[in-house]
């Protein structure tokens, strides 16, 4: 099994930034693509950010210019940057991870969520 944990989620003010981690633990050969999601109230989920094994990164068009997602592929661990956030970014973010536990057993994995809340 594979585990994905996230923190670093909290209240921030309009303009601030928070960075949130995803560290991915258990059984684990190989990860391919890590991604970051959201989910808001009322909502669908929404891709946010997305970065390969070779740390080829594409955006939502929403968060270009404003957020940075990065990995280190020997801590198993992905972050995102959030930079100039606005209330509209208001949401749970999740993590989600392609991960190879053998040769033969791959499957996606999503951690628990971390909330993010912008507000004055």
């Known amino acids: 099994q594979v585990q994905l944990v996230e923190s670093g989620g909290g209240l921030v003010q309009p303009g601030g930034s928070l960075r949130l981690s995803c560290a991915a633990s258990?059984?684990?050969?190989?990860?391919?693509?890590m991604d970051w999601y959201r989910r808001a109230p009322g909502k669908q989920r929404e891709l946010v950010a997305s970065?390969?094994?070779?740390?080829?990164?594409t955006y939502a068009n929403s968060v270009k210019g404003r957020f940075t997602i990065s990995r280190d592929n020997a801590k198993n661990t992905v972050w995102l940057q959030m930079n100039s956030l606005k209330p509209e970014d208001t949401a749970v973010y999740l993590c989600?991870?392609?991960?190879?536990?053998?040769?033969?057993?791959?499957?996606?994995?999503w951690g628990q969520g971390t909330q993010v809340t912008v507000s004055s």
């Open positions: 970065i390969t094994s070779g740390g080829i990164t």
């Open positions: 989600n991870a392609d991960v190879s536990s053998s040769l033969y057993v791959r499957g996606k994995y």
């Open positions: 258990g059984s684990i050969f190989t990860i391919y693509t």
